[in-house]
């Protein structure tokens, strides 16, 4: 069964200071990881899309990795702009997306 | 504006009420999408649609249907809910082909109460 795994489920961190956030996956035949923001009451806003491990995405404070088995979210220096849900999911075929839980973000000032 | 918009953006209802979500979208893309957002669950889908004549049941159809009135539309339709129908909603859509196609787009979401 595919499976999407974020962690941590919750990071706190004070202004500047950076950290990753991972999403782990178990899938047959992975076409495509997406990095999306979710701010409270909205809908999911696109990040960025990996498609092969060694593949590295950059908008902002924001990097995005991949690997065979996990992606991580770096964001360096975060500002309190930055607080959010972070969600991760892959496509497995057919336009099907498999959503991990997310990661929720604040950063402090 | 919206790229994607939904209506109506919260709604509450009883049990056994018949409800429709719209979703329109002003991005020209083929394929949409119905997902609905549980705390713990994530996003799982409900239904999706490659074109209008083209209606896909996801992961959690029971209880759903859909209706896709045009490229830019696709309504959700509760046809008598319930309690555990209570969730937050997104309509999402993405192109048919090209690059990009994998992307998915999301509306800002109807948050449902079912009492």
């Known amino acids: 069964e595919d499976q999407v795994t974020q962690s941590p489920e919750a990071l706190r961190l004070q202004e500047g200071e950076s950290s990753s956030l991972n999403c782990s996956y178990t899938v047959s035949g992975l076409r495509g990881l997406f990095w999306y923001r979710q701010d409270p009451g909205k809908g999911p806003e696109f990040l960025f899309t990996l498609y092969s491990a060694g593949e590295e995405k950059e908008k902002e404070r924001l990097k995005a990795t991949l690997t065979k088995k996990e992606s991580f979210l770096h964001i360096t220096a975060p500002k309190p702009e930055d607080s959010a849900t972070y969600l991760c999911a892959v496509r497995t075929g057919f336009q099907k997306l498999v959503f991990g839980t997310g990661t929720r973000l604040l950063v402090s000032p | 504006d919206a790229d994607v918009t939904q209506t109506p953006r919260n709604r509450i209802t009883k049990t056994g009420k018949r409800i429709m979500l719209e979703c329109s979208q002003t991005?020209?893309?083929?394929?949409m999408y119905w997902y609905r957002q549980d705390p713990g669950l994530g996003l799982r889908l409900i239904y999706y649609s490659f074109d209008v004549k083209d209606i896909n049941k996801g992961e959690i159809s029971d209880g759903y249907s859909v209706s896709r009135q045009a490229q830019a539309k696709f309504s959700l339709s509760l046809e008598s809910a319930i309690p555990n129908q209570t969730a937050l909603y997104f309509c999402a859509t993405s192109v048919g082909r090209g690059i990009g196609q994998e992307t998915q787009y999301f509306g800002p979401g109807t948050r449902l109460l079912v009492l």
């Open positions: 991005k020209g893309h083929d394929r």
